[in-house]
């Protein structure tokens, strides 16, 4: 008897959404100028992304790195097709959000108490129930209004979360207004069959709901768990040029998967991004001389591979 082996389906484009100057900056020591982060926004506008998060609109107490967003937002130069997208955590977020003009508003929780509560200072049920307001005020000024859910994959206070209790959430998310659902592994916990489970469960339950993933590597797991999402028929990611946004709860290990990594992978595999990889990687370099220091990434210190190089 033979056995009949053949590579599972893979989809033939993904969209990379860049989350470098919000999620990236946001956990680095160094504050950038606004005309820093202004240079690096337009330079990643010309890689070929359609969706950039550009920045918070939180405490700037808690978040200093981000107290100049609405001022990033007014002097941005935009260029036609792309989403320039900031997080806010509740009404008050939501408006300033609106009066900078931010393309996507995205509202943030997480699906542990703990985590919500150290990261917005609120219950997840506070958080729930500022959501339609948020909601309403983004929809009235005609803009989107996507809901970003932390922790997803695990909780570096309460451990696992278990994939009902995120269903559970996400269907009172939807409910509640959520256009689109981003499933974060904030901590890096996630682990290829993990997102496997998730994501088979999440579309059995929501068949016609698209699901995007910001994915970690704080562990070293994060191309895997990519892999393991395209299996399932993911299509939609988040990453951070330079792979900057180390893990917040383990000081030297990385975080944030790396944009340049990410898509010399996808180009490898014949996957379209749609994305300029050289162009990505001058945005890198330009990034780490803005930052005075190495960047996580790993293309920018190996190279393009020779075969790529022509199609990158
Ligand atoms: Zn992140």
Avoid at 54 to 60: L, Q
Avoid at 71 to 77: D, G
Avoid at 129 to 156: D, H, N, Q, T
Avoid at 208 to 235: F, K
């Amino acid at each position: 008897m033979t056995t009949k082996t053949s590579m599972p389906t893979l989809p033939s484009r993904v969209i990379i959404r860049e989350v470098g100057p919000r999620d990236g900056l946001q956990n680095e020591d160094a504050i950038l100028s606004t005309d820093d982060k202004i240079r690096l926004i337009y330079a990643l506008s010309q890689t070929g992304l359609s969706h950039i998060e550009v920045g918070s609109f939180v405490r700037p107490q808690n978040v200093p790195q981000m107290a100049d967003t609405s001022e990033v937002f007014a002097r941005l130069q935009r260029r036609e097709g792309i989403i320039y997208s900031a997080i806010v955590p509740n009404v008050k977020g939501a408006l300033r959000a609106i009066e900078a003009d931010v393309d996507s508003v995205m509202m943030f929780l997480s699906a542990s108490e703990s985590h919500n509560q150290s990261n917005v200072n609120m219950s997840v049920a506070q958080s729930l129930s500022l959501m339609p307001e948020v909601a309403r005020i983004v929809r009235e000024a005609g803009k989107w209004f996507e809901v970003v859910l932390s922790v997803a994959f695990g909780c570096p206070f309460e451990g696992d979360v278990p994939i009902t209790y995120v269903l559970d959430l996400s269907e009172r998310l939807l409910n509640l207004g959520a256009g689109q659902l981003t499933f974060g592994d904030t901590t890096g916990m996630a682990y290829p069959t993990l997102v496997q489970r998730t994501v088979l469960a999440f579309r059995e339950r929501f068949p016609n709901q698209s699901l995007r993933l910001h994915l970690h590597s704080a562990r070293g797991a994060g191309l895997a768990n990519i892999l393991a999402a395209l299996q399932v028929g993911v299509t939609e990611f988040d990453s951070s040029i330079g792979g900057i946004g180390g893990c917040p709860f383990a000081p030297g290990a990385p975080g944030n998967l790396c944009t340049e990594d990410l898509t010399h992978m996808l180009h490898e595999m014949g996957i379209e991004t749609g994305l300029d990889l050289h162009a990505l990687m001058d945005s890198a370099r330009m990034l780490e001389h803005m930052l005075g220091h190495v960047v996580p990434g790993q293309t920018i210190k190996a190279g393009i591979c020779k075969h790529l190089e022509k199609t990158a």
